[in-house]
């Protein structure tokens, strides 16, 4: 009997947040669960009537209590992991202001798009980081 139970759709928000020194912040995502351990870039789900701009500016502000200006679009990628699907649609910021705080996460970093492949991402940003290496 082939499966046809629909697995959940969560549509994400995703900063790659630049400061002046052209480097990216990063967030190690807490041990537990699904993608627990992993490296990614900020940000959350959608709220109901939430724009996409919207949503970024709101989890930044709560995951790292800064403030940014949301720039261009960089890529939108749809991905099915085991559990749910997800699409990330993923925006170019700029830090404004505020010392970044790991408020929600294990740890956060300011990196290179060099130094992004010696970190262990969730296997949808493969096509964010490769998007990045090509700008
Ligand atoms: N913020 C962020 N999420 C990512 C990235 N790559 C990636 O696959 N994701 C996935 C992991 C999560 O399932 C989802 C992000 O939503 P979230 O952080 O609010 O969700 P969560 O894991 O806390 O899950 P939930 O229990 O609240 O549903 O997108 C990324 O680079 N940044
Ligand atoms: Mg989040």
């Not at 991905?79 to 700029?94: A, E, G, I, M, P």
């Not at 996460?105 to 290496?133: G, H, K, M």
């Amino acid at each position: 009997m082939s499966e046809t139970i629909s697995l959940p759709h969560k549509i994400i928000g995703v900063a790659v947040i630049w400061n002046e020194q052209g480097k990216i912040l990063i967030d190690r995502r807490r041990p537990e669960g699904l993608m627990g351990g992993l490296w990614e870039f900020p940000g959350g789900k959608l709220e109901p009537g939430e724009t996409v701009q919207d949503c970024i500016k709101r989890e930044i502000q709560e995951e790292l209590a800064i403030k940014v200006e949301i720039g261009d679009h960089l890529i939108t990628i749809d991905h099915t992991y085991s559990q749910f699907h997800v699409t990330l649609n993923v925006y170019h910021c700029r830090h404004e202001s505020g010392e970044p705080q790991p408020i929600e996460c294990d740890e956060i970093r300011w990196v290179t798009v060099d130094e992004l492949p010696s970190y262990e991402f969730p296997i949808a940003n493969l096509q964010i980081i490769q998007a990045l290496r090509e700008i």
